[in-house]
Nanobody
Framework: QVQLVESGGGLVQAGGSLRLSCLISASIFNSNTMGWYRQAPGKQRKLVAGITKFGDSHYVNSVKGRFTISRDSAKNTVYLQMNNLKAEDSGVYYC??????????WGQGTQVAVSS
């Protein structure tokens, strides 16, 4: 059974921090590069950070230096530590495979709202 359960979102003031978590089925976690995607209201879902199964990470320019993606193999969980949050970081965050065309299931996501 496919499992992608995102959590950790919330409402935070600009400059604040949040830590997102994504519990993933072992079969997906162990075999894929995983990423965090953000979908802002009225916009397409976009990748913001990714991490390979070997632990190599990459980020879009807008979050470099502020976001950190990590993975815990013992817990089949991927995290996204978000610091110095900005209003433009707001949206629903999803975790899934990279590329997203390889994903055949999406979780419910977790809402992040940053007030300026």
């Amino acid at each position: 059974q496919v499992q992608l359960v995102e959590s950790g979102g919330g409402l935070v003031q600009a400059g604040g921090s949040l830590r997102l978590s994504c519990l993933i089925s072992a079969s997906i976690f162990n075999s894929n590069t995983m990423g965090w995607y953000r979908q802002a209201p009225g916009k397409q879902r976009k990748l913001v950070a990714g991490i390979t199964k070997f632990g190599d990470s990459h980020y879009v320019n807008s979050v470099k230096g502020r976001f950190t993606i990590s993975r815990d193999s013992a817990k089949n969980t991927v995290y996204l530590q978000m610091n110095n949050l900005k209003a433009e970081d707001s949206g629903v965050y999803y975790c899934n495979k990279i590329p997203d065309t390889a994903a055949d299931y999406w979780g419910q996501g977790t809402q992040v709202a940053v007030s300026s």
